[in-house]
């Protein structure tokens, strides 16, 4: 690492370490945003500026930590959500080559025409160039920039060492926040922007997603290297910048609703949602479908935690904080100095504010992060997945909010319970996950006395018969009684999942 680069992040960690000192716990949304002192505001943006400077790993992690003000103080947070990945624009002669390199030194002649004068965007990782395909077809070329990925190769094994350093010399607050888990996770995240045949196959299996949604697009790719990517063009404004006048009302909603509702199916049905949807990546045009571009950064949640936040804004859309305490605690992780009482009154203060709110009325990304502020003021370890979930969230949430500010996420949410449970339904009783509750009833099995483990053969076999016969009158000790009951619940989840097996083993015959 080069010297400038070293007084940069030693002046983002004198500056996070100074604020975090000082700062009060943070409150419920709506209290405590003040712009602070004006030596705070100075503070803050001296930081966005460096992460800006450091390039684009740098600014990924500032934008994650703009939702995390259990880690960050409140000033430096806020300023954090303007992070821009704008990079100065490279002439395109500095470009060429990788486009030579990728596509052949005859690369022109895909195209009818290239325009090169100007870029259509400029950001640390690429530029993104228009141009026509010989068939008539208007594309967006997207060329990674000279020299990235290894510059972004050295920047993570850099945060690595940082992260290990700090998780070793605070160890009571990385017990509660894992910093070195929530650079993992953004890190995932992340390597697809540095290889465009991973984010092309991201574009593939968004749009087979965005076919359930009549008013959500993806682009389609034509061609990609992994430091070149052509794809279809998006129609249109960013949604920042689009005039709300010149949609229809009804159509205006509609599209602001089914972007939620395109989200909720990444983070509960797909698992795997597009991590930065923020403004400039959303297009919208009167009459046209929503076009969300820029599938580098993805985010993969496992299905348990999935279902754990499914729980929780199930709770929300119910008005239960004890409920949404319980759901995040199961997510998490409990320290041994937790309040798990303090958390759930918590919460219960919380969501009363949050359950009927519009966009327009309250900030949900916000909401957010006061849970997480709780939950480490708290000693609850937050998982690290909910840092990307966060970001991606709270980014979506705004996007929407230049649009539609008056939906409200959690009619939203419940008007997309009946397809989540279902596809939760469709892939419990799926072959895959019957074949799985039978293995680990028969692993269970192994503790169990010899005449189940029996009963496992002849399931197996497909001998099993099932006799109920008058149960003994003579008294059992409790000890006795215990093993009893265990020894029979053993025995029914044995016998269901054998069943289970063989209905499901018919309907595919």
């Known amino acids: 690492m080069n010297l400038a680069r070293t007084r940069l992040l030693a002046r983002i960690a004198f500056h996070l370490v100074h604020t975090s000192a000082r700062r009060e716990p943070p409150g419920l949304p709506g209290e405590g945003e003040g712009d602070g002192t004006a030596e705070e505001a100075a503070r803050a943006v001296t930081v966005r500026e460096a992460f800006e400077a450091l390039g684009p790993l740098y600014m990924k992690v500032g934008q994650v930590l703009s939702t995390r003000p259990d880690i960050v103080a409140a000033p430096i947070a806020r300023e954090l959500q303007h992070l821009h990945d704008r990079a100065c624009v490279l002439p395109f002669r500095a470009l060429e080559p990788v486009l030579a390199e990728s596509l052949g030194p005859h690369w022109r002649r895909r195209f009818r025409r290239f325009d090169t004068a100007r870029p259509l965007g400029a950001a640390s990782l690429a530029q993104v160039y228009e141009a026509t395909l010989t068939n008539g077809r208007r594309v967006a070329v997207k060329i990674q920039r000279p020299g990235i990925r290894p510059l972004v190769a050295q920047d993570m094994k850099t945060l690595r060492r940082l992260a290990h350093f700090f998780a070793q010399r605070a160890p009571a ?3 509660t926040i894992d910093i070195e888990a929530m650079l993992g996770v953004i890190f995932d995240a992340m390597r697809p922007e540095l290889d465009f045949t991973i984010e092309a196959r991201n574009m593939e299996r968004a749009r087979a997603a965005a076919r359930h949604f009549e008013l959500i697009a993806v682009p389609k790719p034509m061609d990609a290297t992994p430091t070149v990517l052509i794809q279809s063009l998006a129609p249109g404004t960013s949604i920042r910048d689009a005039d709300p006048a ?13 972007l939620l509702a395109f989200m909720f199916h990444g983070y509960f049905t797909d698992m795997t949602f597009h991590a930065d949807p923020h403004p400039g990546n959303i297009f919208v045009a009167p009459g046209r479908p929503a076009t969300v571009i820029d599938w580098g950064m993805v985010g993969h949640i496992d299905r348990r935690q999935s279902m754990s936040l499914m729980l929780g804004l199930l709770s929300l859309s119910q008005n239960d904080g004890h409920a949404l ?14 309040d798990i009482s ?13 359950t009927s709110a519009s966009l327009a009325e309250l900030n949900y990304g916000a909401a957010l992060s006061s849970v997480l502020a709780s939950s480490t003021r708290r000693g609850i370890q937050t998982s690290p997945m909910i840092s990307i979930l966060g970001k991606s969230f709270s980014h979506a949430e705004g996007s929407v909010r230049y649009l539609a500010p008056e939906i409200s996420v959690t009619d939203v949410f419940r008007r997309e319970i009946r397809k989540i449970i279902g596809a939760y339904l469709r892939e ?3 072959e895959q996950q019957v074949a799985r509750t039978v293995m680990e009833t028969l692993i269970s099995s192994l503790s169990t006395p010899g005449e189940l483990r029996g009963i496992i053969r002849d399931i197996s076999n497909q001998e099993l018969t099932i006799q109920v016969a008058q149960a003994s009158k003579q008294r059992l000790s409790p000890l006795e009684d215990r093993a009893d009951a265990r020894t029979r619940r053993l025995l029914q989840a044995a016998a269901l999942a054998a069943l289970a097996w063989r209905a499901t083993s018919r309907r595919r015959t």
């Open 342 to 354: 303090a958390f759930t009154q918590d919460m219960a203060a919380l969501v009363p504010k949050v």
């Open 173 to 175: 607050l990385n017990a």
């Open 246 to 258: 010149e949609f229809a009302p009804g159509e205006r909603r509609a599209i602001g609703r089914q």
């Open 325 to 338: 305490a319980k759901a995040w605690v199961e997510m998490g992780k409990v320290t041994p100095w937790a």
């Open 428 to 430: 419990a009783s799926s």
